[in-house]
């Protein structure tokens, strides 16, 4: 390299395992052979973040204070910009990015973008998120904007999904368990079924339970997504 | 829970694959059933901190400086304590505790501590570390100390170790490789051929290429040690 990297802010905790996959893909999408080769990384990982659907779908508490005071701390500790390894915060971002003296990288765009770079024959493309992130329309939105057609969950398939993120079996309460993978396989074979010819996986806790080859398209996880734009905008190419 | 957790800082990039290691080790032993149940974290992962066991042996540049920058960050960030997941810098750890003003974990004295907690029966405990960790008698001064005896690498099984973790085929140049995870489980084996009742993981690295069942000892990880205690502080028990 002929410059230093420049540092990474992660503002995580939502949740905190999301956080660990995203430093991890980050780590491992370094072309490094030494420590010093590494980027710097600068984290918040506030769990007390008020949850994003909760405040979008059930009037919750507005989670955007909190956001705003994470990135201002990571901004002070020296961050050059920011990476939030939650799809469904990203309903704040034009507010937050009006506010932030540093840039906010924004997922949703970039795992739209690398659907269109790496499967350019793919017109229908499946969204597995949570029921805030497709409430608000985030991926269905980005995708029709891209030319390409959203594959949405049905409202007995987002229940499901979300009893996989946030039940008692659910990543975020119990990990990875087999009641999650099982449900969100199902749910993205039903988008399968309907045409998805690519799945996004457009939650950050989807990629910890499912994986490549796990259903027969491929999956375009937004978190590797996020972790490839932070790495390639870290080193300035 | 009946009051906040404290909040955990991180100082890591000593590599960074064992930073995103502890970290997991915190979230994972953390008990909980939201985001909203986890401990508060802060990390600041600087690559850029010179080698310390190459500061140790081989007059490298002192990282003494860089590593008081990251605690004083941290310390503004708001973290309460802190853990350092490199077991090579604790070397510095007097020098750093006289100068801070939060308290610094020992992942040295926790992972002793463990041993003799865990394993109340053993006399003779195994060091696997790098050659600045054994060279100025980290863990053979603290088991002593604790009434046990270590049972330590000879010169060559130190370079064999030494190349798992800084070699072409290392866990720090190439990540996770066969080669790597072969010349632990050599070095290891030639510690119980020797008496070894227990092997201590006591370089953070190691832990991701050797894992427990791969040897006919209990291996106790360091990495573990510190994240078990850094949840314990958090919650203030």
Request: proline share 8%; charged share 15%; glycine share 10%.
């Amino acid at each position: 390299m002929n410059s230093s990297p420049a540092s990474i802010g992660i503002l995580g905790g939502m949740g905190p395992a999301a956080t660990v996959d995203l430093f991890d893909r980050i780590v491992r999408a370094t072309p490094a052979q030494r420590d010093q080769d590494h980027i710097p990384i600068l984290i918040v990982n506030d769990p007390s973040i008020p949850d994003r659907t909760a405040a979008i779908l059930h009037g919750g508490e507005d989670p955007t204070p909190r956001l705003a005071a994470g990135i201002g701390k990571l901004a002070a500790m020296g961050a050059d910009f920011i990476a939030i390894p939650c799809n469904t915060a990203h309903y704040y971002l034009p507010a937050l990015s009006a506010n932030t003296p540093i840039p906010l990288l924004d997922m949703i765009g970039e795992t739209v973008d690398a659907v269109r770079r790496e499967h350019p024959a793919v017109a229908r493309v499946g969204v597995l998120a949570t029921s805030g992130t497709l409430a608000v329309g985030l991926y269905q939105n980005a995708l029709r904007a891209g030319g390409l057609t959203p594959v949405e969950p049905t409202p007995a398939e987002i229940e499901q999904m979300m009893d996989a993120i946030y039940g008692p079996q659910g990543v975020k309460t119990a990990g990875v368990t087999d009641a999650a993978h099982r449900g969100l396989q199902a749910v993205g074979q039903a988008l399968i079924d309907r045409g998805a010819q690519v799945l996004i996986l457009g939650c950050t806790e989807i990629p910890l339970a499912l994986h490549g080859g796990d259903l027969p398209v491929p999956l375009v996880a937004s978190s590797q997504c996020l972790a490839e734009a932070a790495v390639r905008v870290a080193f300035g190419s």
